[in-house]
């Protein structure tokens, strides 16, 4: 990989929670990198740990979580003449300047929920001219007039009237289309999309899917897709990331991922898709993956996918924690029995 081409590298990440009733390892160890103008695809069950990394990378996590080790280096391009620069957003305090004017300018994410991000006593058009001007240097009527561009650039109809409602008066269709038109109002070169289709009709999903892949595409900003549904990441993405248990645990090129995944965990999420298995008999049986996902507060020891995997080894599987194994150029995978190697 060009090292121009990198966006954000997420290294040996781990934020926990720390609760009374003990220590919750919500990202414990993940390791991914997001270049330029991708779309990313980061899968796995729920709790493993996809909302906290997102929750990281733009410092947003909420006590009584705290990012404890690993790095976030974003690289910054400078704009003008200046040289780029890279900036490891864990050191920088959350609520600090230089935090602030890369969160929502420069990395800016969508949520499942957009009534989590958009508020019901300010009107749409308010929020999204609050969030450029928080950002550029335009006068007010300016920045009007890029907020209703920007809702005509997500489709919303009638845009200079939509501008002027409340975010309880739009569909949820609507409303995800507003806060992604937020989002992208400052132009991020990293737009975090936090499974922002769950809520929404089968319909709406494909037309808000189809307007995101349209936004990479014309805005070259790249995408982090955090889903639990691999038809999506499918549809989506170039480059999946398979998390588990606050690790990633495989990540390869979209195609690798669907049709040569190596790791027992990502093998047993692929057979879970109905519509991707052979038999119906065989569809049935594995509709959904052995096993419960471990308690956060006891995480096992060694592999912590070993007591739902059906190729565990006693004695190494439960003993001995798995590195991450290079199986060919940009093909990853967190288990040296799937990569060949015992
Ligand atoms: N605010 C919080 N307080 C305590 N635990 C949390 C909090 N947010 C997330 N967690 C825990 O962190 C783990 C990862 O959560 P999350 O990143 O939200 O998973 P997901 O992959 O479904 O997005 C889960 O065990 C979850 O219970
Ligand atoms: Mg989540």
Same mark, same amino acid.
């Given at each position: 990989m060009d090292n121009n081409d990198l966006l954000v590298e997420v290294k040996n990440l781990q934020t926990y929670f720390y609760l009374d009733e003990g220590t919750v390892r919500a990202v414990d160890g993940a390791d991914f990198n997001i270049r330029r103008g991708e779309i990313l695809g980061v899968v796995g069950e729920s709790g493993c740990g996809k909302s906290v990394t997102a929750r990281s990378i733009i410092r947003i996590v909420a006590k009584p979580g705290r990012i404890v080790g690993g790095q976030i280096l974003y690289h910054r391009r400078q704009n003008g003449n200046g040289q780029g620069e890279v900036i490891d957003l864990t050191q920088l305090s959350a609520q600090g300047d230089v935090m602030r004017n890369i969160r929502g300018a420069e990395i800016s994410m969508v949520f499942q929920e957009p009534m989590t991000s958009l508020s019901p006593v300010h009107t749409i058009g308010n929020q999204i001219i609050e969030a450029i001007t928080l950002h550029q240097r335009v006068d007010p009527q300016e920045a009007r007039a890029k907020a209703i561009e920007m809702l005509d650039f997500v489709g919303m109809p009638l845009p200079d009237r939509t501008i002027e409602q409340y975010?309880?008066? $739009?569909?949820?269709?609507? !409303?995800?289309?507003?806060?992604?038109? @937020?989002?992208?109002?400052?132009?991020?070169?990293?737009?975090?999309?936090?499974?922002?289709?769950?809520?929404?009709?089968?319909?709406?999903?494909?037309?808000? $899917?189809?307007?995101?892949? !349209?936004?990479?595409?014309?805005?070259? @900003?790249a995408i982090m897709y955090i889903t639990h549904n691999l038809g999506v990441v499918a549809q989506m993405t170039e480059n999946v990331v398979v998390m588990y248990m606050g690790k990633v645990v495989e990540q390869a090129d979209v195609d690798t991922i669907f049709h040569n995944s190596l790791h027992p965990y990502t093998q047993a999420l692929l057979h879970s898709i109905p519509h991707m298995g052979t038999k119906s008999i065989e569809r049935r049986r594995l509709a959904s993956i052995k096993g419960m996902v471990p308690d956060p507060y006891a995480l096992p020891r060694g592999c912590a996918f070993h007591p739902r995997c059906s190729d565990m080894r006693p004695g190494i599987c439960d003993e001995i924690e798995p590195q991450m194994i290079e199986v060919a150029p940009g093909h990853r995978v967190r288990c040296d029995r799937a990569a060949g190697l015992a």
């Open positions: 975010s309880y008066e $739009l569909s949820g269709g609507m !409303r995800q289309r507003a806060m992604i038109a @937020m989002a992208l109002s400052c132009h991020p070169s990293l737009l975090i999309a936090d499974e922002p289709t769950t809520a929404l009709d089968v319909t709406t999903e494909a037309q808000i $899917l189809t307007l995101m892949r !349209r936004l990479q595409r014309e805005l070259g @900003m």
